[in-house]
């Protein structure tokens, strides 16, 4: 007899499982941690200093001596109450020169969770929890005994978000973070500044400006400058690698965001901390490399960055050092005064997240380490102490080839009185480029503007000098004379970086000329950086050139397509006609053709539609732009509706999709005839047709679907005729929907069904009802208890009909502490990752549907890249069959509620003032119009369905828990730094491809008929695609074929290896790539600036191995 897992668990629930798994604490030995590291040839590590010394190290930065400073905090996550504040900074000092700490002082104690120091100014600047103080020991005893507050009003609601991260920038200014849920209001002489939400700030000691730099990364926490100052950070929670800063950037999770852009590395682990390898110490092949560490995982990851357009390109490549210790938590790591790399390890079993207890037993309050890292025969750097140099001494350090010591003098110079006029005459000497860019930021550091030094600068070949100069003017431009005209050159400067920085420079020098200016970068390459950094400057400028435009003044002159772009951008009517004009003559461009339509449908009037639709039948895809206006803005064309008739006889079913909503949303009855022709007569057109007759919503369109839900011959007409009629008229739906999930025959897509009956309250009760004294398949019942658990507002009346209708045992949610124990011992010992990987990709348990590994797969779900090697067995198994007990950041529900009573869940994705967009369980797009929204709240429901691993047997369930636990750990489940083609698209079956495969063979599968529906495919871990599990398409006789497309979006000369090319077709767009007939293969491919686009077919009736595909770049 076959065992349930949920339904052997005991009912006893204990108040808490925190001694559960405490056996698999490693030993805390630093010695056996140290035996525990893996490193690359030529590399060595060494411990600095470990507990008793120091404990919990949080951040660290060395001052102009040489010295090592950190806060540590035992109290995180939070005080215990009645416990006294206790927290410290310490300086850590190696008086020997072996490289280990031997001298400690407590420089500062009785903080509350500090989380940044950074030694300046003659003091040391704290993150002291609400605040951020300055600390300063006068009597020179090595203790602070000055204290005095910077900045205040930092929100404290959730401990692992306050303000941490102190990086002095070579400005002279302190740079700091705070993560998504603070909300912070600082009072400054400059007015309040507030952030509600994730962001970095910038903040100049000497005036007491702060000011935001950028936004909404979740939880950013590592921040680096580059050699040349420009800026990049990480963050702990949005797995999206390295992300490239610039002024005003807006990342995911802003509140409030209109738009945003995106990390450099989509799907790359978590990462804290960050730092760029520098200085002769550290091997040439490693120098320039960026390294962060992945604390769940256990490692340091490493990144390549090259300059791509206005913004980079980051490659990942093998990390830079890992651990099998489950206790190394690497979260700071810092270049050394002696050349050495410096790692903070927090050192614990578990992660610190809200995700496991506070109280759980496990969190180490004690314990903490600081790790080196030095290059078997690279001569080290020697330490200097900089506060004995005199200042001739530091501004000739400021140009050393070593990074570290340039810094160091840097800070030093800002403690010194009467600086300038020595660095004046120094500067004045200089003639190569490094240096006079150091001595510009020499200048920045002691709060002056050396305009002769920025002037030279922009004159460089070197587009790095260019742009590190257009910097220093966005911060000072009203100390720049020249500023506007510099920038007016900068804007059409050759090379894209630069132009984003003039663009920056405009926005923080608002005029009525400001816009204009900048939309000239439109006449260069715009990649979504520089598009982003142009759509934000339209906005925020609105009011120094909009009131002049529409006074009748030639703002954008006879540049069209800028002005195309600033209408987009505003969502704003400003000018029409010329843009009509330009269509009707046909002189814009392909690209400038589909923005002028797509602001035309998103502004104009009523009868700008009817214009813009009188050009349909020449592009179909006008009718996409007003299904947009119709739903969105409510607003149809003022006449000519008439012309839609012909489109709804078109056999592109994307042609036929778009004119049946129409119909529907114009309510055109002249329509109504053929929709229903398409409905019960063409099953390519069935759902299209259905969903706009639903559109109508009258009553006769009820009893359509009616009398269809019941009577039609054909099960998928009956399904559709249920779904739609469900959305319009659910009581009347209810009794057929039941009918339809009574049967146990495949094809009548329960999900879609039981969602349809979850998108309003009186749709739920009405299927609840008709369920009364009625029975259900417990499969079914169990699939809508699922749905019906992920609705946002679970319908208790709806879950109880399907709990009794299917005949389903309640589940456990909570097992005993004495079952938790045995169960994760069971996975330990008999929990086979192999055959959990294969059990998660099953389709049933939609975990595909929702969640990625390593960016693979998709977004609604956390990305489960590293989840193996950051999170506990306990609360692995936890989460399985309690998904409502944590919900992680960034990853909450939202329910959207129509004023007609419908209701909408999913992750946000955007939002404006016209329309909220939400992505659901099934990865569908739900656009909202906002006219149509009640009101919007955050569901405390998770996404991920309740009981989803009810139907699984003990056994499976503990293989598919070992797969979870090994995810991110070294092994056969870490993601590899390879440039694997892990992202496919699969091609459903089809009709056409029984004759198309006899008359033109696997070509077939790669002509563009838009009848081929395609779905999101994910490689294994490892890379490898299955033939088998792909959906099979079949060809004449017995064969079947795998069919996946897959793009690559590397430049330059690529070429692709295979490890097998035996039964295998490959196609780059509708060429065929002649392969040999087995065995692995390098095949090199056209390089151009355009993503190509591939499609690989593969014999699933004969192959039963996987294909790997890798990225072989020059």
């Known amino acids: 007899m076959i065992t349930r897992l949920l339904l052997a668990v005991s009912l006893t629930t204990l108040p808490t499982f925190a001694q559960r798994g405490l056996k698999d604490i490693p030993d805390p030995d630093p010695i056996k941690q140290a035996a525990a590291f893996n490193l690359p040839e030529g590399m060595e590590i060494q411990l600095v200093a470990s507990d008793p010394m120091i404990a ?61 120091v950074l030694p300046a100014d003659g003091g040391a600047y704290v993150a002291n929890s609400t605040e951020i103080i300055f600390l300063k020991d006068t009597d020179g005893d090595g203790k602070a005994d000055q204290r005095r507050v910077v900045l205040s009003g930092f929100g404290t609601e959730d401990t692992h978000h306050i303000v941490h991260t102190f990086e002095q920038g070579p400005d002279g200014m302190l740079y700091f973070l705070q993560s998504i849920y603070i909300h912070s209001h600082l009072e400054t002489p400059y007015g309040v500044r507030r952030l509600m939400g994730g962001g970095i700030w910038h903040f100049r000691p000497e ?25 990049f950070a990480t963050d702990g929670a949005g797995g999206h690698g390295i992300n490239d800063i610039f002024p005003r950037s807006v990342f995911r999770t802003s509140p409030g965001a209109k738009r945003i852009v995106d990390g450099l590395n989509p799907g790359q ?147 010194r009185a009467d600086v300038l006029p020595e660095l004046s005459a120094w500067s004045s000497k200089l003639t190569d480029d490094f240096s006079r860019m150091q001595a510009m930021w020499n200048h920045q550091a002691v709060n002056h503007t050396a305009i002769n030094l920025i002037k030279s600068l922009i004159a460089s070949d070197d587009p790095r000098y260019r742009a590190a100069a257009l910097r220093v003017i966005y911060h000072r431009h009203e100390e720049v004379t020249g500023a506007t005209n510099i920038i007016k050159k ?44 142009l759509w934000s400057i339209v906005r925020e400028h609105q009011e120094y050139w909009a009131p002049k435009f529409e006074a ?114 114009w309510k055109f009855a002249p329509a109504r005839n053929k929709l229903v022709t398409a409905f019960t007569q063409s099953p390519a057109k069935r759902q299209a047709a259905a969903e706009g007759l639903r559109l109508f919503g009258d009553e006769e369109t009820i009893k359509l679907f009616l009398k269809l839900s019941k009577k039609s011959p054909d099960e998928a007409t009956r399904v559709i005729a249920v779904k739609e009629l469900a959305k319009i008229a659910p009581d009347r739906a209810a009794a057929s929907a039941v009918a339809l999930l009574q049967q146990d025959n495949e094809g009548k897509d329960e999900h879609s069904l039981f969602t349809s009956f979850l998108q309003s309250a009186r749709a739920s009760t009405s299927l ?45 949610q909570q097992p005993s502490s004495a079952d938790m124990t045995k169960l994760i011992e069971r996975v330990r010992t008999e929990g086979d990752p192999h055959r959990g990987e294969t059990i998660y990709r099953r389709a049933d348990l939609q975990c595909i549907a929702c969640h990625a590994i390593g960016g693979v797969g998709s977004p609604i779900g956390p990305d489960l890249v590293s989840i193996g090697a950051s999170a506990p067995v306990d609360y692995l198994i936890t989460s399985l069959l309690n998904p409502n007990d944590k919900i992680k950041e960034g990853y909450h529900t939202t329910l959207v509620s129509e004023k007609n009573g419908n209701a909408h869940t999913g992750g946000l994705v955007s939002e404006s003032d016209n329309e909220v967009v939400l992505r659901d369980y099934a990865g569908k797009m739900n656009r909202i119009a906002r006219s149509d929204i009640k009101d919007i709240t955050i569901s405390p429901v998770s996404m991920m ?108 000369k690529v070429k692709l290896k295979i490890n097998d090319t035996n039964l295998l077709d490959l196609f780059a767009g509708k060429t065929e790539i002649i392969l040999p007939k087995k065995g692995p293969a390098i095949i090199e491919l056209n390089g151009n600036d355009d993503p190509q686009h591939f499609t690989l077919a593969v014999n699933s009736a004969s192959r039963q191995t996987g294909v790997l595909l890798e990225i072989v770049t020059e």
């Open 768 to 812: 609840a009802k008709a369920l009364e004294d009625k029975t259900l398949p417990s499969k079914i019942a169990t699939l809508g208890l699922q749905r019906a658990g992920t609705s946002g507002r679970p319908p208790k009346d709806l879950m109880a009909a399907l709990q009794l209708s299917g005949k389903l045992t309640p589940m456990s």
């Open 945 to 1052: 369905p309740p009981g989803l691993t009810a139907g699984l047997r003990e056994d499976q369930f503990v293989d598919l828990v070992r797969f979870l636990s090994e995810l991110g750990k070294d092994g056969d489940f870490k993601v590899s730094a390879k440039p694997l083609i892990r992202d496919f698209m699969a091609l459903k079956p089809h009709p056409r491809t029984v004759d198309g495969m006899g008359h033109y063979g696997t070509a077939t599968f790669a002509e563009k008929f838009e009848g081929y529906e395609w779905q999101i495919y994910g490689s294994k871990v490892s890379g490898e695609l299955l033939p088998s599990e792909l959906p099979q398409v079949r060809g004449r006789g017995h064969n079947t074929w795998g069919v996946a497309r897959f793009g690559i979006t590397q430049k330059g």
């Open 207 to 231: 005036t007491q400006r702060a000011e935001i730099l950028s936004k909404g990364l979740i939880n950013p926490w590592g921040f680096i400058f580059d050699e040349h100052g420009q800026t």
């Open 269 to 415: 682990p978590k990462l804290c901390g960050l730092e760029i390898l520098s200085g002769s110490h550290v091997p040439e092949k490693f120098r320039g490399v960026l390294i962060a560490p992945d604390f769940r995982g256990h490692r340091i990851n490493a990144y390549r960055l090259n300059p791509e357009g206005s913004s980079y390109n980051s490659t990942r490549i093998d990390d830079f050092l890992s651990s099998s210790h489950r206790a190394f938590r690497p979260i700071d790591v810092k270049m050394g005064p002696d050349g050495a790399l410096y790692i903070a390890d927090w050192y614990n079993p578990i992660i610190q997240h809200g995700e496991v207890d506070f109280r759980d037993a496990r969190r180490d309050h004690s314990r903490g380490r600081i790790w080196r890292v030095t290059f078997k025969g690279q001569p080290l750097i020697e330490k200097k102490d900089f506060s004995k140099f005199s200042i001739k001494e530091l501004l000739a350090h400021t140009i050393s080839k070593e990074r570290i010591h340039r810094e160091q003098a840097r800070n030093e110079l800002r403690t």
């Open 490 to 533: 900068a804007i059409n400067d050759p090379n894209g970086r630069v132009r984003l920085w003039a663009v920056s420079c405009l926005a923080q020098m608002p005029g009525p000329d400001s816009v204009p200016t900048a939309l000239q970068a439109l006449n260069h390459p715009v990649d979504k950086t520089m598009d982003f950094a």
């Open 56 to 116: 919990k190290p949080v951040q660290m930065n060395f001052d102009s001596r040489g010295r090592l400073w950190l806060v540590s905090s035992g109290m995180y996550p939070h005080i215990v109450p009645g416990a006294e504040e206790n927290d410290k900074v310490l300086i850590l000092e190696d008086t020997n020169g072996d490289g280990i700490a031997d001298k400690r002082t407590v420089f500062a104690d009785n903080l509350h969770i500090p989380t940044a």
């Open 552 to 665: 009748g003044k030639p703002v954008f002159g006879d540049k069209l397509p800028h002005l195309i772009f600033a209408m987009k951008a505003l969502g704003k009517t400003l000018s029409l006609e010329s843009i009509f004009t330009s269509l009707d003559n046909g002189s814009l461009t392909p690209t400038e053709r589909k923005d002028a339509i797509s602001v035309i449908s998103q502004v104009g009037s009523a009868n700008n539609l009817s214009r813009l639709f009188k050009l349909a039948p020449k592009e179909p895809t006008i009718l996409n732009r007003l299904v947009t206006a119709a739903q969105i803005r409510k607003l149809q064309p003022a006449e000519g509706q008439e012309q839609l008739l012909p489109f709804l006889d078109s056999k592109k079913p994307t042609v036929f999709a778009s004119a049946a909503k129409l119909a529907g949303l």
